[in-house]
């Protein structure tokens, strides 16, 4: 017996279904990738959000925390809390911009840079894990159709 719902057959209803659904796809490669990068970080006393905040500072330092929040796509309260936790281990620095006092700026420590030796190598290994017998071209494919649904959900 098929059932139909607006033109739908129940076979094709099983594509938005858990666990055949890209969604529930890619938040299962979310997770395992999540797991896999907390236990990397765990020696050095980081998260994965840690290591986001890093990554924007290390392409551009002294960035205002509004401009980190929004790259991130965070909240205040959250990003407020980890930059805390960061300044505490003396990774960061905050500092009030010079010319607008309302404005902080975050800047990395001499420990904060030191972990772009030695972080970035073991994202690309489970990067590269992840991706195994994915071709180069793939792997481009892939990355550029999950910008295009972030931003069609953005």
Request: with cysteine; proline share 4%; net charge neutral.
């Amino acid at each position: 017996m098929v059932v139909q719902s607006n033109n739908k057959t129940l076979e094709s209803w099983q594509q938005v279904l858990a666990p055949y659904s890209l969604g529930y796809k890619i938040k299962l490669l979310s997770q395992l990738l999540t797991r896999k990068f907390t236990d990397q970080l765990e020696p050095f006393g980081l998260t994965p959000f840690h290591w986001l905040v890093l990554c924007c500072l290390w392409q551009e330092d002294g960035l205002p925390t509004s401009s980190i929040g929004e790259k991130l796509q965070q909240v205040g309260g959250t990003l407020t809390g980890v930059l805390d936790r960061m300044e505490e281990r003396g990774l960061v620095r905050r500092e009030r911009d010079a010319h607008d006092r309302r404005i902080w700026r975050i800047w990395l420590t001499d420990a904060g840079k030191e972990l772009e030796k030695v972080l970035p190598p073991l994202a690309a290994e489970l990067r590269d894990e992840a991706m195994r017998g994915i071709s180069a071209a793939d792997r481009e494919l892939f990355s550029q159709l999950l910008n295009t649904a972030i931003s069609n959900l953005s």
